[in-house]
């Protein structure tokens, strides 16, 4: 996904104003997911189509969104965003603010399980749960190569988003 290609006007500049003014929640919460998986490219406040990830990696095809007291008010949005990015076959994880700030390890072990979660249906979908050895499974890891992400609709120009 080129998340600058086909954008409106003012794209960039509300990117910048969001990353600018970044709650705290969302400025810890990106910090430890730098130091809890170094090898992984954390972007933030990243355009998605018509719409803003709060963080994002590409190679996993994760959006980690951290909702605020107004999240709670604006359900039927969130769920048409959540829609949007899971058919461009992204994950979408949210957590609440509050979560990130009191519980930041905790958070970051939610996602570590869902890498692990992700890599096991895609050992067994592959037909290997085997580890190097030949013996059990493998540990899953968030390290492990997710392979380049295809274009979306959105890019290849089949229209706007639903």
Not at 130 to 155: M, Y
Request: glycine content about 10%; proline content about 6%; overall charge positive.
């Amino acid at each position: 996904m080129r998340t600058y290609a086909n954008q409106p006007p003012g794209t960039i500049t509300r990117a910048r104003e969001l990353r600018r003014n970044a709650s705290e929640a969302e400025k810890r919460l990106l910090r430890a997911l730098r130091e809890a998986f170094p090898t992984l490219k954390w972007r933030h406040s990243v355009p998605f189509g018509p719409y803003y990830a709060d963080i994002l990696c590409f190679s996993a095809k994760l959006v980690i969104e951290i909702d605020g007291g107004q999240h709670g008010e604006a359900h039927a949005y969130d769920e048409r965003r959540t829609r949007h990015m899971n058919a461009e076959g992204y994950q979408v994880l949210r957590f609440w603010n509050n979560d990130v700030l009191a519980n930041t390890d905790g958070v970051i072990a939610q996602i570590s399980l869902s890498f692990q979660e992700r890599e096991g249906a895609h050992l067994r979908a592959s037909g290997d749960g085997k580890g190097e050895d030949g013996v059990g499974s493998a540990l899953p890891s968030p390290l492990r190569a997710f392979g380049a992400p295809p274009l979306s609709r959105w890019e290849r120009g089949s229209g706007a988003p639903a």
